[in-house]
T-cell receptor
Framework: LAKTTQPISMDSYEGQEVNITCSHNNIATNDYITWYQQFPSQGPRFIIQGYKTKVTNEVASLFIPADRKSSTLSLPRVSLSDTAVYYCLVHGDNAGNMLTFGGGTRLMVKP | DAGVIQSPRHEVTEMGQEVTLRCKPISGHDYLFWYRQTMMRGLELLIYFNNNVPIDDSGMPEDRFSAKMPNASFSTLKIQPSEPRDSAVYFC??????????FGSGTRLTVV
């Protein structure tokens, strides 16, 4: 099971771009990288998933270098409502590996 | 789709009582997960099912906890007898084959 390491917390200001990096040095060939967002009193919510290079959706971008030993979640022009905990998960294509959560990164967006 | 539905949203019970948490997964999702979240331990995977069959219950803390999935649209997590240290938010999540997981809103359990 690939272990992930991400910063415990980050601060930013409204309108800035936020990049959260996750390390996963022992990622396996068949593993995917998935990011979830969790607001207080809510369940985690899927943000984005990727395997290699770059993935972009309406919420975020995910950058994965060639060696896949890390990944960076990029949130463009954050707002106060982006204040949340962000989790990086590395998992294979079976359910058991998929949803094992680490400590996450607590992002605080300030006015 | 209404998403993953959990009930109740809040539960307060006395130590020693039986507690049953309920979950309705999204139709067509063949994986179902139960999690527990506390400040101290974060999000812990308790058990997961595939096609209604329990696959891994190694995260279940002890014999007081049990989970069932009698059909594809319903699952329960039962704690008997409950203890104050069981106080936490319990989440249910479901996932389709090859897809991302969707979480319910959780059940906040307080055991006094």
């Amino acid at each position: 099971l690939a272990k992930t390491t991400q910063p415990i917390s980050m601060d930013s200001y409204e309108g800035q771009e936020v990049n959260i990096t996750c390390s996963h040095n022992n990622i396996a060939t068949n593993d995917y990288i998935t990011w979830y967002q969790q607001f207080p009193s809510q369940g985690p919510r899927f943000i984005i998933q990727g395997y290699k290079t770059k993935v972009t959706n309406e919420v975020a971008s995910l950058f994965i270098p060639a060696d896949r030993k890390s990944s960076t979640l990029s949130l463009p022009r954050v707002s106060l409502s982006d204040t949340a905990v962000y989790y990086c998960l590395v998992h294979g294509d079976n359910a058991g590996n998929m949803l094992t959560f680490g400590g996450g990164t607590r992002l605080m967006v300030k006015p | 789709d209404a998403g993953v539905i959990q009930s109740p949203r809040h539960e307060v019970t006395e130590m020693g009582q039986e507690v049953t948490l309920r979950c309705k997964p999204i139709s067509g999702h063949d994986y179902l997960f139960w999690y527990r979240q506390t400040m101290m331990r974060g999000l812990e995977l308790l058990i997961y099912f595939n096609n209604n069959v329990p696959i891994d219950d190694s995260g279940m803390p002890e014999d007081r906890f049990s989970a069932k999935m009698p059909n594809a649209s319903f699952s329960t997590l039962k704690i008997q007898p409950s203890e104050p240290r069981d106080s936490a938010v319990y989440f249910c999540a479901s996932r389709p084959p090859g897809g991302a997981g969707t979480f319910g809103s959780g059940t906040r359990l307080t055991v006094v």
